[in-house]
């Protein structure tokens, strides 16, 4: 994520040429920063020594309890916990809080907040090191049409890539979460003990941009960092097999724009018939004109002054990642527009150039916009409100409580002082070094199981990751072997049993790898 910048970066990027950074004044409204690589160096992975540990009774334990744990699996996403619409909530809190007990956390307590609860847990193991474990029990609302099965029958169906368990929060994030403790039961069940300290922290309302987490993080902050690092459950494999890392995650500005009638013109009660705006102003158009002010006509550059200056310039050791994920993306250029259902980026740009507006730049994003009537034939009326949801991706190194006053402060000087403004949700960025040895023990683990990964600087989508980085000094890391997709969509899933010569892990494999990983970073 980006730092205050007022360098402006060029798209120069050539694979294996190092560029020439040019100092450039901060970026005026209109001018969409560029990036650049200004080095030749690329980081591998594949230099991390792998993990050579071994586990047999652990793997053994899984392989004998592996119906058992898929049943675990099936009773957390049979549990519905949508944060949107208050749905299983507290149910599923005392579900994961419950089977902690069951694990012999010495502590597992629901954590109140302002919001939907949190959940503390901690395993005393007597260990020299301490590792957090960051999860979310909550999942999205379901769509009322495109599942092939109830989302929250826990159904086990056959796929191309094999037999998946397919659910609402299949991939995101239940399934891979109780993968992982079922491997802290196979180590507990085998060996007596962890091989590290757990503290687990988790959260109900991460669909919800995280609002209250911070309040879970108060009540433990003191003990929190004590730990190595953090951990977050993840499935990371492609359907090809292969695995990525991601060192960060952008940060994220929701918010609501809304245009009603008032003193400056427009009904202020109710909708009106649709001949009177020839004499009467229309919130909707106004709502319109006022998101249309943020972008250039194209809606791809933000016309917000000022909103792009506090971007910094790539790290070298980002640019060094950027380096070594560009070659698998470029491979995987045609397959991800296909799966998107895009026919080509913004301007039709090269995947190098893609690459880095992915990962480097910020957005300024309509999710949904609503007024008047929108049911079958016609209604002709003149609505007298206006609503929109926008939310706006953010870089190092934005903020977005700053990002927001910029937004207010341009709808002002454009006139649209009778547009409200109001606040959803947000947080900073994130960042961590890929040389930290969590990180390190992450790759290592990886290399055992013939994954060297792909580490990208960051994931292009948001997590409330900064509370570790940034309030508590962490290193973070998302990791796993497993795959799965269709995250907020239907027919979300996460492959059990890979069909054969698949490279991508089964459930057994997946919680094999929870197992050496934390051995790892016990060393």
């Given at each position: 994520?980006?730092?205050?910048?007022?360098?402006?970066?060029?798209?120069?990027?050539?694979?294996?040429?190092?560029?020439?950074?040019?100092?450039?004044?901060?970026?005026?409204?209109?001018?969409?920063?560029?990036?650049?690589?200004?080095?030749?160096?690329?980081?591998?992975?594949?230099?991390?020594p792998a993990y050579t540990g071994a586990h047999e009774a652990a793997y053994a334990y899984i392989d004998a309890n592996l119906r058992a744990h898929i049943e675990h699996l099936r009773r957390w996403v049979r549990q519905p916990s949508i944060s949107a619409q208050n749905n299983g909530i507290r149910e599923m809190a005392a579900m994961l809080r419950d089977d902690l007990k069951a694990l012999g956390f010495q502590e597992a307590e629901l954590v109140p907040t302002s919001g939907h609860p949190g959940v503390w847990g901690y395993y005393d193991a007597g260990a020299e090191r301490t590792l957090a474990v960051y999860?979310?029990?909550?999942?999205?609302?379901?769509?009322?049409?495109?599942?092939?099965?109830?989302?929250?029958?826990?159904?086990?169906?056959?796929?191309?890539?094999?037999?998946?368990?397919?659910?609402?929060?299949?991939?995101?994030?239940?399934?891979?979460?109780?993968?992982?403790?079922?491997?802290?039961?196979?180590?507990?069940?085998?060996?007596?003990?962890?091989?590290?300290?757990?503290?687990?922290?988790?959260?109900?309302?991460?669909?919800?941009?995280?609002?209250?987490?911070?309040?879970?993080?108060?009540?433990?902050?003191?003990?929190?960092?004590?730990?190595?690092?953090?951990?977050?459950?993840?499935?990371?494999?492609?359907?090809?097999?292969?695995?990525?890392?991601?060192?960060?995650?952008?940060?994220?500005?929701?918010?609501?724009?809304?245009?009603?009638?008032?003193?400056?013109?427009?009904?202020?009660?109710?909708?009106?018939?649709?001949?009177?705006?020839?004499?009467?102003?229309?919130?909707?158009?106004?709502?319109?004109?006022?998101?249309?002010?943020?972008?250039?006509?194209?809606?791809?550059?933000?016309?917000?002054?000022?909103?792009?200056?506090?971007?910094?310039?790539?790290?070298?050791?980002?640019?060094?990642?950027?380096?070594?994920?560009?070659?698998?993306?470029?491979?995987?250029?045609?397959?991800?527009?296909?799966?998107?259902?895009?026919?080509?980026?913004?301007?039709?740009?090269?995947?190098?150039?893609?690459?880095?507006?992915?990962?480097?730049?910020?957005?300024?994003?309509?999710?949904?916009?609503?007024?008047?009537?929108?049911?079958?034939?016609?209604?002709?009326?003149?609505?007298?409100?206006?609503?929109?949801?926008?939310?706006?991706?953010?870089?190092?190194?934005?903020?977005?409580?700053?990002?927001?006053?910029?937004?207010?402060?341009?709808?002002?000087?454009?006139?649209?002082?009778?547009?409200?403004?109001?606040?959803?949700?947000?947080?900073?960025?994130?960042?961590?070094?890929?040389?930290?040895?969590?990180?390190?023990?992450?790759?290592?683990?990886?290399?055992?199981?013939?994954?060297?990964?792909?580490?990208?600087?960051?994931?292009?989508?948001?997590?409330?990751?900064?509370?570790?980085?940034?309030?508590?000094?962490?290193?973070?890391?998302?990791?796993?072997?497993?795959?799965?997709?269709?995250?907020?969509?239907?027919?979300?899933?996460?492959?059990?049993?890979?069909?054969?010569?698949?490279?991508?892990?089964?459930?057994?494999?997946?919680?094999?790898?929870?197992?050496?990983?934390?051995?790892?970073?016990?060393?």
């Amino acid at each position: 994520m980006p730092r205050p910048a007022s360098v402006l970066l060029l798209v120069l990027l050539t694979l294996g040429t190092a560029c020439t950074v040019v100092e450039a004044p901060p970026a005026a409204a209109g001018a969409r920063p560029r990036v650049q690589i200004t080095t030749p160096e690329t980081f591998d992975a594949r230099n991390v020594p792998a993990y050579t540990g071994a586990h047999e009774a652990a793997y053994a334990y899984i392989d004998a309890n592996l119906r058992a744990h898929i049943e675990h699996l099936r009773r957390w996403v049979r549990q519905p916990s949508i944060s949107a619409q208050n749905n299983g909530i507290r149910e599923m809190a005392a579900m994961l809080r419950d089977d902690l007990k069951a694990l012999g956390f010495q502590e597992a307590e629901l954590v109140p907040t302002s919001g939907h609860p949190g959940v503390w847990g901690y395993y005393d193991a007597g260990a020299e090191r301490t590792l957090a474990v960051y999860m979310m029990y909550d999942v999205q609302p379901v769509e009322p049409t495109g599942w092939s099965v109830n989302p929250f029958d826990g159904a086990l169906v056959d796929r191309p890539l094999g037999r998946v368990l397919m659910a609402r929060g299949a991939t995101n994030q239940k399934a891979p979460e109780r993968a992982f403790l079922n491997a802290l039961e196979a180590i507990i069940r085998t060996e007596g003990k962890l091989p590290v300290n757990l503290m687990i922290v988790a959260e109900g309302e991460e669909e919800l941009g995280s609002p209250n987490f911070p309040q879970v993080i108060d009540r433990y902050e003191a003990r929190l960092k004590t730990a190595s690092g953090v951990f977050f459950p993840f499935n990371s494999q492609a359907p090809s097999g292969d695995v990525s890392m991601f060192m960060g995650v952008k940060g994220i500005l929701s918010f609501e724009l809304e245009a009603r009638g008032g003193p400056h013109g427009g009904p202020t009660r109710a909708e009106i018939h649709g001949s009177y705006k020839v004499i009467t102003d229309a919130p909707a158009l106004r709502l319109v004109q006022a998101i249309a002010s943020l972008t250039t006509p194209d809606g791809n550059t933000i016309l917000v002054p000022r909103y792009y200056d506090a971007i910094r310039p790539p790290s070298d050791e980002e640019q060094q990642l950027t380096n070594g994920m560009l070659p698998q993306w470029i491979a995987q250029d045609s397959a991800t527009r296909a799966g998107l259902g895009v026919e080509r980026w913004i301007g039709g740009v090269a995947p190098r150039e893609a690459l880095l507006e992915y990962l480097f730049s910020t957005t300024m994003n309509v999710d949904g916009m609503w007024s008047g009537y929108t049911g079958p034939g016609m209604k002709t009326i003149l609505p007298h409100v206006a609503t929109a949801k926008l939310d706006s991706r953010l870089v190092p190194d934005q903020d977005p409580d700053t990002a927001l006053a910029l937004i207010r402060a341009h709808l002002d000087a454009k006139g649209f002082t009778d547009v409200t403004l109001t606040k959803l949700s947000g947080y900073p960025p994130a960042q961590s070094s890929v040389s930290a040895p969590l990180v390190q023990a992450a790759i290592g683990t990886y290399h055992k199981y013939g994954f060297p990964p792909s580490v990208a600087p960051r994931l292009a989508g948001s997590a409330p990751y900064y509370v570790f980085t940034r309030r508590l000094g962490l290193p973070m890391v998302a990791g796993g072997i497993g795959h799965g997709s269709g995250a907020h969509a239907p027919d979300e899933y996460m492959v059990i049993e890979p069909k054969p010569g698949s490279r991508v892990a089964g459930l057994a494999r997946v919680e094999k790898f929870y197992v050496d990983m934390l051995h790892a970073l016990a060393k």
